[in-house]
């Protein structure tokens, strides 16, 4: 559980793996609940995975919450890559140096002011970031977290493609660098989500993962505090 009220964002005000280990009874949900009530958090994110949670999503839907959207969970081994992309132009690893600019641009397309706490995330074990140049500016960025597993998370990503931007292109050829770097260090498995998800699992977010080599092997859905 995560609580960050001075964020105006529900993804610093959420629940992961709430019963995913064991079953989530109403007394964990209910404890849940009055932690974020009594961190003055109003809106929040309670991450369910959609129909294996079924019982969880009955009991957070008696409580009030709603699905608020959903996200694919896509995930890849570490096999090499087998496709290459017509670059459009300059993937580069953001240094302690050039944090300021990277962190401002994520700053400026999600409309926060998180700067410091970004930059001090460059440059930090386990942390990589990465972003996209053209023309002398930067376009796209996304970060990989490397747990102590081995499992590499991707996430951080600007701008989000299919809720921020129409291009995914731009988003495709960090990937793969990503892809590429995390397969050197030897990184195990891939994480990451489609934050647009379609019913029929088609589209080029789709595409582009499974160009990667990625599957979608689950749907998780974000509850949050009202009616939809």
């Known amino acids: 559980m995560l609580t960050s009220t001075g964020l105006p964002l529900v993804h610093f005000n959420s629940a992961l793996r709430l019963g995913t280990d064991t079953p989530a009874g109403p007394e964990s949900v209910d ?3 009055t932690c974020f009530s009594n961190a003055g958090a109003s809106k929040f994110y309670v991450h369910t995975i959609a129909l294996w949670q079924d019982d969880l999503e009955q009991q957070l839907l008696r409580q009030g919450l709603h699905v608020a959207c959903s996200w694919d969970r896509v995930i890849r081994d570490n096999a090499s890559l087998r496709i290459r992309t017509d670059p459009s132009g300059e ?3 953001v240094t302690c140096a050039t944090s300021a600019e990277w ?6 397309a999600y409309r926060l002011t998180t700067s410091p706490w970004l930059r001090a995330l460059a440059g930090r074990p386990r942390w990589n970031h990465f972003v996209l140049g053209e023309s002398g500016g930067i376009v796209a960025c996304r970060s990989m977290f490397v747990d102590e597993s ?3 998370w991707f996430g951080i990503d600007a701008p989000v493609p299919g809720i921020i931007t129409g291009r995914y292109d731009r988003d495709l050829q960090l990937c793969v660098a990503m892809v590429e770097e995390g397969v050197g260090k030897g990184v195990s498995r891939f994480v990451a989500d489609i934050e647009r998800p379609a019913e029929d699992r088609a589209g080029p977010a789709y595409d582009g993962f499974r160009s990667l ?3 979608a092997p689950y749907l998780r859905h974000n509850f949050m505090p009202g009616q939809a």
């Open 91 to 93: 993937v580069e690893e």
């Open 31 to 33: 404890a849940l609940l």
């Open 150 to 152: 081995a499992c590499a």
């Open 103 to 108: 962190a401002g641009f994520i700053d400026a």
């Open 213 to 215: 080599g990625f599957e």
